[in-house]
């Protein structure tokens, strides 16, 4: 029979507020981390990355951490708009087999309240 | 302005039947990937190529085959459709990791595949 999915954690946040969004990752060796945002009916746009020898990284209204301590990565969106509306991936590369293998984390929505 | 398309939007199929899906890349990317998105499951990587004629498996291979004939198509074919391959299936494309400055992925809009 078919398979029924997980429920995908869900993010509300009011309009012109910051939206934080988390992520944890799995694999320590890990150099590499990419946001993504995927819009209904879309497939998945890069927003920003990151390199495991940087802590912190900016954009425009976003902005990424990365804790390799504790292996997590966040996402802030700064001054959250309806536009924002989406489900936002995290993506960390690291080697596998011998390529270079870049995994998806389950995603988080989040949605603007007007 | 880079590119990916993929041949349908929607698709119904019936158990048995063999599907064709087609991913076309304009950015002259030596990378292309297929995809599985299933609600809060993510993303799962069913296979890729790094080169023309090369195919590697993912990490969810069964039932599934690819074709990668010219460098800007690469095909992704289900032998003999079952209900649970119902999903979204996403193509992707990016430049090599070794020589680019990002390991972005370029994504097509996905083709809903619907098996009954």
């Known amino acids: 029979g078919e398979s029924v999915g997980l429920h995908l954690p869900t993010l509300s946040v009011q309009e012109g507020d910051n939206s934080i969004i988390n992520c944890a990752y799995s694999?320590?060796?890990?150099?590499?981390f990419i946001w993504y945002k995927q819009e209904s009916g879309k497939g998945p746009q890069f927003i920003i990355d990151i390199r495991s020898n940087m802590d912190k990284r900016q954009g425009q209204r976003v902005t990424v951490l990365l804790n390799k301590t504790v292996k997590h990565l966040s996402l802030q969106i700064a001054a959250t708009q309806p536009g924002d509306s989406a489900v936002y991936f995290c993506?960390?590369?690291?080697?596998?087999?011998?390529?270079?293998?870049?995994?998806f984390g389950t995603g988080t929505k989040l949605q603007v309240i007007p | 302005d880079v590119k990916v398309t993929q041949s349908s939007r929607y698709l119904v199929k019936r158990t048995g039947e063999k599907v064709f899906l087609e991913c076309v890349q304009d950015m002259d990317h030596e990378n292309m990937f297929w995809y599985r998105q299933d609600p809060g499951l993510g993303l799962r990587l069913i296979y890729f190529s790094y080169d023309v004629k090369m195919k590697e498996k993912g990490d969810i291979p069964e039932g599934y085959s690819v074709s990668r004939e010219k460098k800007e198509r690469f095909s992704l074919i289900l032998e003999s459709a079952s209900t649970n391959q119902t999903s979204m299936y996403l193509c992707a494309s990016s430049s090599p990791g070794s020589l680019a400055l990002s390991y972005e992925q370029y994504f097509g809009p996905g083709t809903r595949l619907t098996v009954t």
């Open positions: 993506a960390e590369k690291g080697e596998s087999g011998g390529y270079q293998k870049v995994t």
């Open positions: 694999n320590s060796a890990s150099d590499y």
